[in-house]
């Protein structure tokens, strides 16, 4: 990531490394510039996380460089600020209907549900290209044959940081997250241990990622080049 301050910006900053605290009089006077002529800046890098400004005091620098500042940026926003909503499907829908919401809904993956409205698997498009590449009837597989089930669905909350989202997203190697509330636990057959039941709320997927990494790069664009 390469961060374009000004020139007057950089010799800002490597001043107030040197001298801090220092006030913007002695800032400009150093410069050889009037105050009013380096306000914005001062203002940018404060916002930028930059510098910092103790009233009475001064400016001093805050020890973050700009990557560190865009990071955590980033980590700031959240799964809720940037999913989509979910496409939803009940298990005994045929595969020919998941094909046509698909296009109907301009989405890649599908969350499928039970009477309940709780998940019980995720299809994909290569899930329906399998479907539609055998010799079956399309409108009589159900997509509870050709999903990936519950508890092999991995899944993300829509107030965790869209980041630890985005890095699970590599990691799965998939296209989409759901993004799930807890239901109640239910305790599993013949089983003690509960597995978590879900309700999809949402939908992250890659196309999601992209939009918020474009979307923080237009701030940049728009912050003077930071
Ligand atoms: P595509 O099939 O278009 O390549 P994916 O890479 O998302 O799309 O899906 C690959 C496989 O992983 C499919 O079988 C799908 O059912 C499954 N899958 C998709 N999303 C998830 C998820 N969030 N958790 C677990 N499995 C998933």
């Excluded at 006030?23 to 910092?52: N, Y």
């Excluded at 400004?53 to 926003?77: D, K, W």
């Excluded at 597989?141 to 519950?150: A, N």
């Excluded at 939009?211 to 923080?216: G, Q």
Aim: aromatic share 4%; charged share 20%.
């Amino acid at each position: 990531m390469r961060f374009d301050l000004t020139k007057r910006q950089q010799e800002i900053l490597r001043l107030v490394a040197d001298r801090q605290p220092i006030t913007s009089e002695e800032i400009a006077q150093q410069l050889g510039v009037a105050r009013a002529t380096i306000r914005p800046d001062l203002t940018l890098l404060t916002m930028a996380g930059l510098l910092d400004a103790r009233p009475r005091v001064g400016y001093f620098t805050t020890g973050q460089g700009p990557e560190q500042v865009f990071s955590s940026l980033i980590r700031r926003r959240l799964v809720k600020e940037a999913m989509s909503r979910p496409v939803v499907i009940r298990e005994t829908t045929s595969a020919y209907d998941a094909i046509a919401t698909l296009f109907l809904e301009d989405a890649g993956t599908l969350f499928v549900v039970n009477e309940a409205s709780l998940m019980t698997g995720v299809l994909s498009r290569k899930d329906l290209l399998k479907a539609a590449i055998g010799s079956g009837n399309l409108n009589e597989i159900p997509v509870h044959v050709l999903m990936t089930r519950m508890p092999h669905i991995v899944v993300c909350s829509p107030d965790e940081p869209a980041y630890d989202a985005a890095v699970r997203l590599m990691n799965t190697e998939v296209d989409a997250l759901p993004v799930v509330e807890v239901a109640d636990a239910h305790p599993q057959a013949g089983g003690s241990s509960p597995s978590p039941a879900y309700h999809p709320i949402g939908r992250f997927s890659k196309t999601n990622v992209v939009r918020l990494y474009t979307e923080l790069g237009a701030v940049r664009q728009k912050g003077a080049n930071l």
